[in-house]
């Protein structure tokens, strides 16, 4: 099946830094990406929708300019958090999909997750 | 608005012990609907999904679902689990804007 990677499985930073990760279809074109954050114990909360050379469409209460999504390309969507805080702390995960609702082409990939921790 | 419900927090069963794990949903039009399963600290891997015609679908690793439209469920279900299969369960459907709306998960405990 077509692979999503993510990039850094793990980080660990001080508060008020800034954090990237990276979210790469390896085999097929995402012309979607969409990115999750998962609290301990807890389902997927969507953030945002990235599209291939558009803005990202944030869910209510997401702040974009906290959680900066770039989709620079069909196989690249990075999420850069931004001045984090401890309370940034949580799993991230992205998904990416290729082109038609319910076929297969259409099917959501999901990233191993990147776990973020902010001293 | 679309939803998802799992009702069951929490399952343990015996190795070999059959397996149901519950799910609801909500959604106005027909839904496409789908099994995840996550292992600690990783991602979701798909199980299963449903898109139309046969209601009894097959996944991987012996895992089956069942859509049935009157009761708006999909439950999943193996004949025997094995330890393996001790994991976290997302039950999810796609909205029309292809985003998927997951369930609250269930976690699965295998007794030896």
């Known amino acids: 099946g077509a692979v999503v990677s993510q990039h850094p499985s793990w980080v660990i930073c001080k508060s008020g830094t800034s954090v990237k990760i990276e979210c790469r279809s390896l085999?097929?074109?995402?012309?979607?990406m969409f990115w999750y954050r998962q609290f301990p114990k807890q389902s997927l909360m969507l953030m945002a929708t990235?599209?291939?050379?558009?803005?990202?469409?944030?869910e209510q209460g997401v702040e974009k300019d906290k959680f900066l999504i770039n989709h620079a390309s069909l196989t690249l969507s990075t999420l850069t958090v931004t001045s984090a805080h401890p309370e940034d702390s949580s799993f991230y995960i992205c998904?990416?999909?290729?082109?038609?609702?319910?076929?297969?082409?259409?099917?959501?990939?999901f990233g191993e997750g990147s776990r973020l921790t902010v001293l | 608005a679309q939803s998802v419900t799992q009702p069951d927090i929490h399952i343990t069963v015996s190795e070999g012990a059959s397996l149901e794990l519950r799910c609801n949903y909500s959604?106005?039009?027909?839904?496409?609907l789908f099994w995840y399963v996550q292992s600690p600290g990783q991602g979701l891997q798909l199980l299963l999904k449903?898109?139309?015609?046969?209601?009894l679908v097959q996944g991987i690793k012996g895992f089956e679902a069942e859509f049935k439209r009157s009761q708006s469920s999909f439950n999943l279900r193996k004949p025997s689990v094995h330890w393996s299969d001790a994991a976290e369960y997302f039950c999810?459907?796609?909205?029309?804007?292809?985003?998927?709306?997951f369930g609250s998960g269930t976690r699965l405990l295998v007794r030896p």
């Open positions: 959604y106005g039009a027909t839904p496409y």
């Open positions: 449903y898109f139309s015609g046969d209601t």
């Open positions: 085999d097929f074109q995402a012309t979607t």
């Open positions: 990235s599209n291939e050379g558009s803005k990202a469409t944030y």
């Open positions: 998904s990416a999909k290729g082109s038609g609702r319910g076929s297969n082409t259409g099917e959501l990939f």
């Open positions: 999810a459907v796609e909205d029309s804007s292809y985003k998927l709306i």
